[in-house]
């Protein structure tokens, strides 16, 4: 507990000394401290990126298999639970994505910290159009909402039949939390979700040019 209690005092001197030491303002100093900390976790999140698209290859690639499979042991699931399985063994695919987990759990309390300390800021005057960030500003939380949409909508995941709806109730969800807490915290979302979209565009333009793919595939 003191160790957090230091890591949220911390958060707040960083921001602090951005915003009135260097003058940025508190709104931009939100913003370069969450691209800063984006950046610093590069070194993990990169990679955890990477092997989650190449699971994500994998399991595409499995598709045809496991079709056979469930058309064979349909009638015995338990049987199809098991081949299921040894086919992903001999084809190195885990149920659990670990990289992705780790990398997850690593940034959890990094983010949470920051949540924490935005969520109950204090005094944070204006920034662009909104006159006090310490206060819930609508078009902000739209901001916020429209790119929670947008990082949705990059996800190759998303089952076709339900895409729509699994890009916008994160949206909506956003927006509505966006209204109930601090502009500062609104911003920030923004921002790390800004960073996470441009970090999967370059994740799709890397593997696109190591597979010789043209960028419009």
């Known amino acids: 507990m003191v160790l957090w209690h230091y890591w949220l005092a911390v958060i707040q001197h960083v921001l602090a000394f951005g915003a009135y030491d260097m003058h940025l303002g508190m709104g931009l100093a939100i913003i370069l401290f969450t691209l800063a900390v984006r950046c610093a976790l590069l070194p ?46 001999r084809e190195g695919v885990t149920l659990l994505d670990k990289a992705s987990l780790a990398g997850a759990l690593i940034q959890l309390p990094l983010f949470l910290g920051l949540y924490q ?29 429209a790119a929670t949409m947008a990082l949705m909508a990059m996800n190759p995941d998303l089952p076709e039949h339900v895409r729509i709806v699994l ?9 509505l939390a966006a209204l109930k807490v601090s502009a500062a915290l609104a911003l920030y979302w923004t921002t790390t979700n800004a960073f996470s979209g441009v970090q999967a565009i370059a ?7 190591s597979r010789g793919e043209m960028p419009g595939r």
């Open 44 to 89: 993990i999140t990169w990679p955890a990126m990477r092997q989650g698209d190449i699971r994500r290859r994998k399991l595409k690639g499995l598709e045809p298999a496991l079709a056979a499979l469930r058309k064979r042991f349909d009638a015995d699931p338990q049987r199809y639970a098991q081949e299921m399985m040894g086919l992903y063994r």
């Open 117 to 145: 300390v935005l969520r109950a800021i204090r005094g944070a005057g204006r920034f662009l159009w909104v006159a006090n960030l310490s206060r819930p500003d609508f078009w902000l939380a739209m901001i916020a909402g």
């Open 167 to 175: 890009i916008l109730i994160p949206a909506v969800f956003t927006v």
């Open 203 to 209: 994740l799709r333009a890397v593997v696109r040019r």
